[in-house]
């Protein structure tokens, strides 16, 4: 996830250079901001009727929740100043799920190998 000001045919373009590889398979909805997606992706844009969203890009839509939730339940008085780290650790966590008991060891693991700073 991304932090931007607005989404635009610039940000868009900037996002897809950096996080997409050449002639990707890209669904998305039919925003018009995101058509310049179709000159080095394989886009397939749609406009959705709300209920069958959930067939279309059912990540989006887990994701987002999820996210709402995480910053509401977590963080109160979410703020644009930070906005960006909040979504890392919202992915770091996200992508995590599933392994969260392993946390805590490979936590441990990372303290135990880590060379000591020297101190200046």
């Known amino acids: 996830m991304k932090a931007v000001k607005n989404v635009?045919?610039?940000?868009?373009?900037?996002?897809?250079s950096h996080h997409l590889l050449a002639n990707q398979h890209v669904r998305t909805d039919a925003y018009p901001a995101l058509?310049?997606?179709?000159?080095?992706?394989q886009h397939e844009p749609r406009v959705t009727p709300s209920e069958k969203v959930d067939e279309w890009l059912p990540w989006v839509h887990i994701a987002i929740g999820n996210l709402k939730t995480f910053l509401l339940?977590?963080?109160?008085?979410v703020?644009?100043?930070?906005l960006q780290e909040y979504?890392?650790?919202?992915?770091?966590?996200?992508?995590?799920?599933?392994?969260?008991?392993?946390?805590p060891n490979r936590l441990?693991?990372?303290?135990?190998?880590?060379?000591?700073?020297?101190s200046t």
């Open 108 to 118: 441990l693991n990372l303290a135990i190998i880590h060379t000591p700073l020297k």
């Open 35 to 41: 058509n310049i997606i179709d000159k080095t992706q």
């Open 73 to 77: 339940g977590t963080f109160h008085g």
């Open 87 to 103: 979504l890392n650790e919202f992915c770091y966590r996200y992508n995590r799920r599933f392994v969260e008991k392993q946390i």
């Open 8 to 16: 635009n045919f610039k940000t868009v373009k900037e996002f897809v």
């Open 79 to 82: 703020t644009g100043n930070y």
